[in-house]
């Protein structure tokens, strides 16, 4: 069961139970009627959501259960858009996240381009220090046989 749905559940108990009480206090026909909440779910009070009201003739006894149903859902709209909220900004937490993470892989692919080329200057480095090398051995054994064979003039 999901948090929504326990929340929910939670509410329409309480509305069941509220309902069950008028019920059952309309059934001994008493002269008024007197709504008194239960300690661990206290009745709304206030005005009307402004997107219902009253139609003529109902009875004390329906315009309370009418006011009791539409307040339990009235809190649950709000509880439910309370969480559309804090998973709006849950959402812009993450995308801010999500940005932070491109910017973050553009500075490695930069860096990683940058580690290459360095690579490929010290790979030709290497290439021409070990080209130089071989031409300066080749010159000195060019000259050690020029020297061993007596052909320098002094």
Avoid: W
């Avoid at 307040?71 to 969480?83: F, H, N, P, Q, S």
């Avoid at 690579?119 to 030709?124: I, V």
């Amino acid at each position: 069961m999901s948090f929504t749905d326990e929340l929910l559940a939670s509410k329409f108990d309480g509305i069941e139970r509220d309902i069950g009480d008028i019920i059952q206090t309309s059934n001994r026909a008493l002269p008024s009627i007197s709504i008194v909440p239960k300690d661990d779910h206290p009745l709304p009070k206030g005005p009307l959501p402004d997107y219902v009201e009253h139609k003529e003739g109902v009875n004390q006894v329906g315009r309370l259960s009418a006011e009791a149903v539409v307040r339990e859902y009235d809190a649950a709209v709000k509880e439910i858009e309370a969480l559309g909220a804090e998973l709006t900004e849950a959402a812009k937490k993450c995308e801010a996240t999500v940005a932070g993470v491109h910017t973050t892989v553009s500075e490695i692919k930069a860096l990683a381009a940058s580690y290459r080329e360095e690579g490929k200057r010290y790979f030709l480095q290497i290439e021409e220090c070990s080209l130089t090398t071989s031409e300066v051995r080749a010159v000195c054994e060019a000259l050690k046989k020029k020297i061993s064979k007596g052909a320098i003039d002094a």
